[in-house]
Structures are given as structure tokens and as C-alpha cells.
């Protein structure tokens, strides 16, 4: 039988507790006759481990990781380490080290989801966002002379490649194709952003032509959040860069109900590496070891591996049991008004995968 070896890095804070949540309902999986099975290894990165060996994960970390079929990530911050180091020392290194340039943000309203919009059904919010991954505003290239003193400057510059550029519209513009709509929309400031998005603009024309039948169009980003909220129904697969993907992502979770529910992927499109999958959300202290953190977010993104893997029909039967157990609102967790656990949300999703 097909045996995959998947990575688990629970990282910080309520990533303890789902990525274990989601390892069970992989295995429940498996033993539920899917027909492969896996080997889960586990890594004790993030904050806890930089307080004893002062770096949040080993020098050759990733050498740990690299024959792996997949990673399955919680999150990485803690309130006593600044927030740059627990995100460039753990989750960026990997998404850097790895090349995931392509960072795959499904959005939909589950069933049994309160979602904020109320004049949208569920039909009309079925978003992809492609997030470049790779460089952009998170390209790290940046520096501040002067530190302290009032003439200080700070820069972080965006930086963007063509060969960037153009690998991650030509990802965008092939899911699209893959979706039932066929419509991608890239997303930029170029109106104000002269030089950089005025590239993406222009090598978006010229990805376009390999994908005739595809239907797009531009969008500014603060226009796309406005019609996110006003007309969610004429957008489908979305591209934007690191930084403007990463606030469009928020708001898309927010308006599909909670962050607790939203799923990522970070890819190598061309598969030299192991991909990561992770719910959205981040680490949330303030619910951390109380069992209240909504799994479904890490329960999808296992959806997502799945779906990397190649194994279509063992994902889909994953999907159609988290919608099962979110159109359940005794199953609610506390971000989406109700009184389940963690535990609670994970068994019913075991069970319903061996019935
Ligand atoms: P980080 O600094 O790592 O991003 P954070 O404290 O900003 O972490 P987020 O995870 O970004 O926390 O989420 C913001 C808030 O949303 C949390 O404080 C928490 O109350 C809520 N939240 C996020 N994820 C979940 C979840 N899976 N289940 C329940 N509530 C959640
Ligand atoms: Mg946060």
C-alpha cells in the first residue's frame, strides 16, 4: 500500500492543537479503507524551541524536511519573541528554502456558516487567491540607517522579478482555467505602485495569450476589496502579490464566517520540494490550551494535501464530511457562536469518515 511521509510542524499557540487534530482525521482516513497510508513525523519548532536553542528551528531543519511528500504546518508567533523572527525564522525559511512560490487560498461559505454578507448565498463566494510567495513586499530586501536618531530611514523594498512575475500568473492563470468559470482577475496598484505593478500589468497581457480561453481582467486592490464585499459573485481565482494577497485573504475569510475555517497551501508548482499546507489563522494566545480553537481551517488545508498528493477521491470524501459537520451548528466552535471543542469537532469528523 502507498505509504506518504508527511511533516507535522504544530509550531505555536493553537497550532498545538490542531495539527494534531488534523493528523488524526488523516489517519482516520486511512484506516477508513482510502487505500494509501501515512507516516506522520513530527517537529518541535517555534517558540518553545528558540527558548532553549535560540533559533526557532535547526540550522539543517530542512534537510529534515526535504524528502517528505508534504508538510502540515500550524503557525508560528508567541507573544514574548517579536513576530519577525518566529515568521522569517520558521514558516518563511521553509516557504523560502522550499521555493512555495505559489501560496493557494481557497474561500468559500460551508454550509451552516453565518456568514457576514448578507445579501450573498453561498453561490456567490467561491474564491481562489493565488499569493505570490516568494518576493514582492516580503522579499526581506530592506534596511534602516541612522537607528534612533531623528534623521532615521527605514526602507523595505518590494522586489519583483520578471521570472517571479511571470511564474505566478502563469500558475494563476492555469487554475483558473481549471475552475468551472475560467475567470482570473490580477490584482495590482499599479495606478500608484509605478514600476513594479506596472511590470505585472504588462507581463499579465502577455501570460494571457497562452491561456485564450480564460476570461480576465485587472483590478486595483483597494477596488477589489470593495467589490469583494459588493459583487463577490463576478470574481472567481484571484492573483495578487505578497503583501496585497495577504490583506485580500483576511477579508476573504472574514466574510466566509471566520478565520478559523480558512485553508492555505504553499506550493512548489514543479514539485522539486515538499509543499506546505496550513489553515490561515494565526497562532491565538488568547484561546491557546483551553481546546476552543476551531479545527476545520487545518481539517481543509488536509483537504488541500490530499488534493497534492493526487489523491482526488480520498479529498473530496474529507470535503464533503467538514461540510457535513459545519452545516451542524451543535458542532459550532466559539469563533462561529457555538460551545463545541476542538475535540469534539475532530471526533465527529473521524466518525463520519468510517460510517
Ligand atoms: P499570530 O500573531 O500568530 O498571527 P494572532 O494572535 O494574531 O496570532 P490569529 O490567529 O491571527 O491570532 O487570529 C486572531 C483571533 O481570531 C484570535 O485571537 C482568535 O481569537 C481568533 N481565531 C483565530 N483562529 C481561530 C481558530 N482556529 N479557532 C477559534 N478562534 C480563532
Ligand atoms: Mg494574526
Avoid at 101 to 116: E, K, S
Avoid at 174 to 200: C, E
Avoid at 256 to 275: K, V
Amino acid at each position: 500500500m502507498k505509504t506518504y511521509r508527511i511533516a507535522c510542524i504544530p509550531g505555536d499557540g493553537i497550532g498545538k492543537e490542531v495539527v494534531p487534530a488534523g493528523e488524526t482525521v488523516l489517519r482516520a482516513l486511512s484506516e477508513a479503507g482510502a487505500g494509501f497510508r501515512f507516516e506522520f513525523t513530527s517537529f518541535d519548532w517555534g517558540g518553545d524551541y528558540y527558548r532553549r536553542h535560540g533559533k526557532m528551528m535547526p540550522d539543517d531543519g530542512l534537510d529534515a524536511l526535504r524528502s517528505m511528500d508534504a508538510i502540515l504546518f500550524g503557525s508560528a508567533g508567541d507573544p514574548d519573541i517579536p513576530d519577525h523572527i518566529t515568521l522569517w525564522g520558521l514558516r518563511l525559511k521553509i516557504c523560502q528554502g522550499f521555493d512555495q512560490y505559489a501560496n493557494v487560498r481557497p474561500t468559500r461559505i460551508l454550509p451552516g456558516i453565518d456568514a457576514p454578507l448578507k445579501r450573498c448565498t453561498p453561490a456567490d463566494l467561491d474564491w481562489v487567491i493565488v499569493r505570490e510567495n516568494s518576493e514582492g513586499e516580503y522579499s526581506g530586501v530592506g534596511g534602516r540607517a541612522h537607528q534612533g536618531h531623528p534623521i532615521e530611514v527605514a526602507t523595505d523594498v518590494s522586489m519583483m522579478t520578471r521570472a517571479g512575475v511571470e511564474r505566478i500568473l502563469r500558475f494563476a492563470f492555469r487554475l483558473a482555467q481549471s475552475r468551472p468559470r475560467r475567470q482570473l482577475t490580477v490584482v495590482t496598484k499599479s495606478n500608484a505602485q509605478r514600476h513594479a505593478m506596472v511590470m505585472w500589468d504588462e507581463i499579465a497581457v502577455q501570460v494571457s495569450r497562452e491561456f485564450p480561453d480564460v476570461a480576465w481582467d485587472k483590478e486595483l486592490v483597494d477596488a477589489c476589496t470593495a467589490r469583494m464585499v459588493n459583487r463577490p459573485a463576478s470574481l472567481d481565482t484571484l492573483v495578487a502579490t505578497n503583501l496585497h494577497a495577504d490583506i485580500l485573504s483576511d477579508l476573504a475569510a472574514a466574510l466566509a464566517g471566520s478565520l478559523g475555517i480558512a485553508p492555505t497551501g504553499n506550493i512548489d508548482p514543479e514539485r522539486r520540494y515538499p509543499s506546505m499546507f496550513e489553515p490561515i489563522h494565526g497562532s491565538a494566545f488568547d484561546i491557546m490550551g483551553q481546546g476552543l480553537a476551531n479545527p476545520v481551517g487545518t481539517f481543509w488545508s488536509c483537504v488541500m494535501l490530499l488534493e497534492h498528493l493526487g489523491e482526488q477521491e480520498a479529498a473530496s470524501r474529507l470535503m464533503r464530511v467538514i461540510e457535513s459537520v459545519t452545516a451542524d451548528t451543535g458542532l459550532h466552535t466559539r469563533d462561529l457562536g457555538g460551545t463545541a471543542r476542538t475535540a469534539q469537532v475532530t471526533e465527529a469528523v473521524c466518525r463520519r469518515l468510517r460510517s
